[in-house]
């Protein structure tokens, strides 16, 4: 393994977590977590580290991506990873790790230490790819004790500093974004009431959920440590956080866009070029 590392002068904020809200150590010894190590942090209004999950190898777009990893496939223009990395710019994120495997030196090569004034740092996979979970863990030195995940291929409309608010207001370990979903663009697999995500299971979805998983998900490192040492799905960890109380969930109210199948890359596509035509960049209605 092969990680880039932080500036000296960024190590403090990147490491950091803040103060502890009073119940989360408790509901974290409660499903066997260590509690958090919690710190002080320097900028009370900056969101935390985002890890993006760029390692896969973008199987179901077939020719594309056998000699080009897919953040950087080209969309709207530029690479794909460019509009991700613009728009949590745009939200006020300073710090990102790219968890990369498939011709992840393509991507570190491309996107560099710095971008859109992002600061940005890399994990790479073992030879055998680690899975979510496990591209998370061996990435986890970069990331502290809060902090953001969130899919290489997907674009996500919402309010960041919300949802990260929200969380962590909520004195919960984990955070997943949910859209009313009722079956309109991909399966449902998630319930949700009441701010928190009640149920979730990606595999095995029961049919009366109305949720989706909307792609942006948010893990302290007692989360983490709540799986099994075996598990390397996210996913894994995100139905046991849920079926024990412990998993916040965010609202969103766009729908998502992503690049996994060239139906929904082109989709995509469209969606940013017509956005560029009327001026807008970002997010609707959002910076």
């Given at each position: 393994?092969?990680?880039?590392?932080?500036?000296p002068?960024?190590?403090?904020?990147?490491?950091?977590?803040?103060?502890?809200?009073?119940?989360?150590?408790?509901?974290a010894?409660?499903?066997?977590?260590?509690?958090?190590?919690?710190?002080?942090?320097?900028?009370?209004?900056?969101?935390?580290?985002?890890c993006?999950?760029?390692?896969?190898?973008?199987?179901?777009?077939?020719?594309?991506?056998?000699?080009?990893?897919?953040?950087?496939?080209?969309?709207?223009?530029?690479?794909?990873?460019?509009?991700?990395?613009?728009l949590?710019?745009?939200?006020?994120?300073?710090?990102v790790?790219?968890c990369?495997?498939?011709?992840?030196?393509?991507?570190?090569?491309?996107?560099?230490?710095?971008?859109?004034g992002?600061?940005?740092?890399?994990?790479?996979?073992?030879?055998?790819?680690?899975?979510?979970l496990?591209?998370?863990r061996?990435?986890?030195?970069?990331?502290?004790?809060?902090?953001?995940?969130?899919?290489?291929?997907?674009?996500?409309?919402?309010?960041?500093?919300?949802?990260?608010?929200?969380?962590r207001a909520?004195?919960?370990p984990?955070?997943?974004?949910?859209?009313?979903?009722?079956?309109?663009?991909?399966?449902?697999?998630?319930?949700?009431?009441?701010?928190?995500?009640?149920?979730?299971?990606?595999?095995?979805?029961?049919?009366?959920?109305?949720?989706?998983?909307?792609?942006?998900?948010?893990?302290?490192?007692?989360?983490?440590?709540?799986?099994?040492?075996?598990?390397?799905?996210?996913?894994?960890?995100?139905?046991?956080?849920?079926?024990?109380?412990?998993?916040?969930?965010f609202?969103a109210?766009?729908?998502?866009?992503?690049?996994?199948?060239?139906?929904t890359?082109a989709?995509?596509?469209?969606?940013?070029?017509?956005?560029?035509?009327?001026?807008?960049?970002?997010?609707?209605?959002?910076?």
């Amino acid at each position: 393994m092969s990680a880039g590392g932080r500036s000296p002068g960024r190590a403090g904020r990147l490491d950091a977590g803040r103060s502890s809200p009073a119940g989360e150590p408790a509901r974290a010894r409660a499903i066997g977590c260590p509690p958090p190590r919690w710190r002080a942090v320097d900028d009370a209004d900056a969101l935390p580290p985002v890890c993006i999950l760029a390692g896969g190898l973008g199987t179901r777009l077939g020719e594309r991506t056998r000699a080009t990893p897919k953040p950087l496939i080209e969309v709207a223009g530029e690479p794909f990873v460019y509009h991700q990395l613009r728009l949590l710019a745009a939200h006020g994120t300073r710090e990102v790790v790219l968890c990369v495997g498939h011709l992840g030196t393509q991507i570190q090569e491309r996107v560099g230490g710095e971008r859109f004034g992002l600061h940005v740092a890399y994990s790479f996979d073992s030879p055998g790819l680690d899975g979510t979970l496990g591209a998370i863990r061996r990435a986890r030195g970069l990331l502290g004790e809060r902090f953001l995940v969130l899919y290489g291929d997907t674009y996500l409309r919402l309010d960041y500093a919300a949802a990260a608010a929200g969380w962590r207001a909520s004195g919960l370990p984990a955070m997943m974004t949910v859209l009313r979903n009722d079956a309109r663009w991909e399966t449902s697999n998630a319930d949700y009431t009441a701010g928190r995500v009640v149920a979730y299971d990606k595999h095995a979805p029961s049919r009366s959920m109305r949720w989706i998983d909307y792609g942006l998900e948010g893990l302290t490192a007692a989360a983490l440590d709540c799986a099994p040492s075996h598990a390397n799905d996210l996913a894994d960890l995100l139905r046991e956080l849920a079926r024990e109380g412990l998993l916040y969930g965010f609202e969103a109210r766009k729908r998502f866009h992503e690049i996994g199948t060239p139906r929904t890359l082109a989709e995509t596509d469209a969606f940013l070029r017509a956005r560029a035509r009327r001026g807008d960049p970002t997010a609707d209605g959002l910076p």
